[in-house]
């Protein structure tokens, strides 16, 4: 924090921030600040670095999305490779997440910021000159341990960075680069794709991330302020081990086990991944006794909004995982369409996204609470139901503009989950635990997008044949896409009824906590 934002945050009443972690800890609840000066405006271009850095890694998610088919062909994939060029990022990522939010909070989220950064670009450029599929592979696994680094470092910047009161604002904000993200993405891996720049022909949509990365990691080492947990803390290896295991364990028998035959040690595998997810949860309470330095902060889970909050982004990404390659191989591979074609029938989806991702947290969350995000799960579904009808009705002879109001209803729907999800998530976490609840956050839900890809074997493979003549391709594809919709529709059923867990209303949208003085309000108690 700057001289000039010590100062506003003193004149608003606010404690002293403490960025080295040795200060008191900022209520997760306040009150609205009196009028008063500007705020700082390296806080605004702190979070301008820390949002592009959330944008390139939407964007390289579905980027990649709509370039597989071109991977396929020209890199000779398999279908197993082509999922782990996705699960693997997706795995890797999940894994790695909490371990980068705690160590932001041990060594400096500025600091690890950085590294992911830098790490990320890197690991970009080694994807885009990837040999063989194992390359990027592997280019792409290095890719998703980076981005593990940076991404928990965003929530945690804004919550140690922003008081409560101006979180809904930055997480408004945030909605609106997912949805941009959601936009940009599809479309510039078509264009890049179709211009086939320098006959790369896939590769610039991996490279594409050089000059973005390089001027983020210069910017942010200049305007990020440090700050770290009020407390000492330690890595702890144990818990980053048995995570990782566990969820290789489950995701790799998913993602091989069609390809194989389903042998008995898939099942054995995945079966054993409970047993090792048991322990590190035994493991994880031993630990926070021992010396209060877990891997995973359990104390998190007793604090009702950031438990429903888990179930419910955990549910949500298996859904995402599943659809967007789904959709993609239908409509490229399925209905034959170039990637210009197929990024473009992504577009009304994408700004319905935008759109409803920033009025839900400003106008409509205030006002109704929890009810915005049941009904994105109740509008989204609808979207399915829609698409899965016309899919059928039209077959191969459905044009982009057929698909375009599903899509947009899918689209509102998503947009009135994804930002006041995260506020709800995060709004009763106390400060010093940012890090690890934004771990936690990105890890389940990326958890669940990596379990999402790896049914898609299950829900969307298991209905093609293994050798199929040209002209049975395309019904093929459209008959598993609509399997496969089934279950996502059925999957927002159920996070319809997660959410009735959630809290009827964010702590900060709470009726009378904006007439609560700042010196009074306290720590939300933790819910048993």
């Not at 959601?182 to 896939?202: D, K, Q, Y």
């Given at each position: 924090m700057?001289?000039?934002?010590?100062?506003?945050?003193?004149?608003?009443?606010?404690?002293?921030?403490?960025?080295?972690?040795?200060g008191?800890?900022?209520?997760?609840?306040?009150?609205?600040?009196?009028?008063?000066?500007?705020?700082d405006?390296?806080r605004?271009?702190?979070?301008?670095?820390?949002?592009?850095?959330?944008?390139?890694?939407?964007?390289?998610?579905?980027i990649?999305?709509?370039?597989?088919?071109?991977?396929?062909?020209?890199?000779?994939?398999?279908?197993?490779?082509?999922?782990?060029i996705?699960?693997?990022?997706?795995?890797?990522?999940?894994?790695?997440?909490?371990?980068?939010?705690?160590?932001?909070?041990?060594h400096?989220?500025?600091?690890?910021?950085?590294?992911?950064?830098?790490?990320?670009?890197?690991?970009?450029?080694?994807?885009?000159?990837?040999?063989?599929?194992?390359?990027?592979?592997?280019?792409?696994?290095?890719?998703?341990?980076?981005?593990?680094?940076?991404?928990?470092?965003?929530?945690?910047?804004?919550?140690?960075?922003?008081?409560?009161?101006?979180r809904?604002?930055?997480?408004?904000?945030?909605?609106?680069?997912?949805?941009?993200?959601?936009v940009?993405?599809?479309?510039?891996?078509?264009?890049?794709?179709?211009?086939?720049?320098?006959?790369?022909?896939?590769?610039?949509?991996?490279?594409?991330?050089?000059?973005?990365?390089?001027?983020?990691?210069?910017?942010?080492?200049?305007?990020?302020?440090?700050?770290?947990?009020?407390?000492?803390?330690?890595?702890?290896?144990?818990?980053?081990?048995?995570?990782?295991?566990?969820?290789?364990?489950?995701?790799y028998?998913?993602?091989?086990?069609?390809?194989?035959?389903?042998?008995?040690?898939?099942?054995?595998?995945?079966?054993?991944?409970?047993?090792?997810?048991?322990?590190?949860?035994?493991?994880?309470?031993?630990?926070?006794?021992?010396d209060?330095?877990?891997?995973?902060?359990?104390?998190l889970?007793?604090?009702?909004?950031?438990?429903?909050?888990?179930?419910?982004?955990?549910?949500?990404?298996?859904?995402?995982?599943i659809?967007?390659?789904?959709?993609?191989?239908?409509?490229?591979?399925?209905?034959?369409?170039?990637?210009?074609?197929?990024?473009?029938?992504?577009?009304?989806?994408?700004?319905?996204?935008?759109?409803?991702?920033?009025?839900?947290?400003?106008?409509?969350?205030?006002?109704?609470?929890?009810?915005v995000?049941?009904?994105?799960?109740?509008?989204?579904g609808?979207?399915?139901?829609?698409?899965?009808?016309?899919?059928?009705?039209?077959?191969?002879?459905?044009t982009?503009?057929?698909?375009?109001?599903?899509?947009?209803?899918?689209?509102?729907?998503?947009?009135?989950?994804?930002a006041p999800?995260?506020?709800?998530?995060?709004?009763?976490?106390?400060?010093?635990?940012?890090?690890?609840?934004?771990?936690?956050?990105?890890?389940?839900?990326?958890?669940?997008?990596?379990?999402?890809?790896?049914l898609?074997?299950v829900?969307?493979?298991?209905?093609?044949?293994?050798?199929?003549?040209?002209?049975?391709?395309?019904?093929?594809?459209?008959?598993?896409?609509?399997?496969?919709?089934?279950?996502v529709?059925?999957?927002?059923?159920?996070?319809?009824?997660?959410?009735?867990?959630?809290?009827?209303?964010?702590?900060?949208?709470?009726?009378?906590?904006?007439?609560?003085?700042?010196?009074?309000?306290?720590e939300?108690?933790?819910?048993?």
């Amino acid at each position: 924090m700057t001289p000039n934002d010590r100062n506003a945050s003193q004149e608003r009443g606010e404690p002293r921030d403490q960025p080295q972690g040795t200060g008191t800890r900022r209520p997760a609840v306040a009150a609205t600040a009196p009028s008063g000066p500007a705020p700082d405006r390296a806080r605004w271009l702190a979070l301008a670095i820390v949002m592009t850095a959330a944008f390139m890694d939407l964007v390289d998610v579905t980027i990649v999305n709509i370039a597989i088919p071109s991977i396929e062909r020209s890199a000779h994939a398999s279908v197993s490779q082509i999922q782990w060029i996705t699960a693997g990022y997706a795995l890797a990522f999940a894994a790695g997440l909490i371990t980068g939010g705690r160590l932001g909070d041990i060594h400096g989220r500025k600091r690890l910021f950085l590294i992911g950064i830098g790490g990320f670009t890197l690991a970009s450029a080694l994807c885009g000159f990837a040999a063989n599929p194992e390359m990027l592979v592997a280019s792409r696994i290095l890719q998703g341990g980076m981005a593990a680094l940076m991404v928990p470092q965003v929530l945690s910047i804004v919550h140690a960075t922003f008081p409560a009161h101006e979180r809904g604002k930055v997480f408004g904000l945030f909605g609106a680069i997912v949805g941009l993200g959601a936009v940009s993405g599809p479309l510039l891996g078509a264009l890049l794709t179709e211009w086939n720049l320098f006959g790369l022909e896939w590769r610039p949509i991996f490279l594409i991330n050089l000059p973005v990365g390089v001027l983020a990691w210069i910017l942010g080492r200049r305007f990020i302020t440090e700050s770290k947990a009020p407390k000492a803390l330690k890595l702890d290896l144990v818990g980053v081990t048995l995570v990782s295991l566990g969820l290789l364990m489950l995701l790799y028998p998913l993602t091989r086990g069609r390809e194989l035959g389903w042998p008995l040690w898939g099942y054995v595998c995945m079966a054993g991944a409970l047993a090792v997810f048991a322990a590190l949860v035994s493991y994880e309470k031993r630990k926070a006794a021992r010396d209060g330095s877990p891997l995973i902060e359990l104390s998190l889970f007793r604090v009702k909004s950031f438990a429903a909050g888990i179930a419910v982004q955990t549910v949500f990404g298996v859904a995402l995982g599943i659809f967007f390659l789904v959709w993609t191989l239908y409509m490229q591979i399925g209905l034959g369409w170039r990637p210009l074609r197929a990024g473009l029938t992504g577009v009304p989806f994408s700004i319905a996204v935008s759109v409803a991702a920033g009025l839900s947290v400003q106008q409509l969350v205030p006002r109704f609470g929890r009810k915005v995000l049941q009904a994105g799960a109740l509008v989204m579904g609808t979207g399915v139901l829609i698409y899965l009808w016309e899919a059928h009705r039209y077959g191969l002879a459905i044009t982009p503009w057929q698909m375009a109001p599903p899509l947009v209803v899918m689209g509102l729907g998503m947009g009135l989950i994804v930002a006041p999800l995260t506020d709800a998530v995060l709004s009763e976490v106390p400060r010093e635990h940012a890090g690890s609840a934004s771990g936690l956050i990105n890890t389940v839900q990326q958890m669940g997008n990596a379990l999402g890809l790896g049914l898609v074997s299950v829900v969307f493979f298991g209905q093609i044949g293994d050798r199929l003549a040209l002209a049975q391709v395309g019904p093929a594809f459209v008959h598993a896409f609509q399997h496969a919709l089934w279950y996502v529709a059925g999957i927002m059923g159920v996070i319809f009824l997660l959410m009735c867990a959630l809290p009827k209303r964010p702590a900060q949208h709470v009726e009378g906590a904006a007439q609560e003085a700042p010196e009074t309000v306290k720590e939300p108690e933790l819910v048993s």
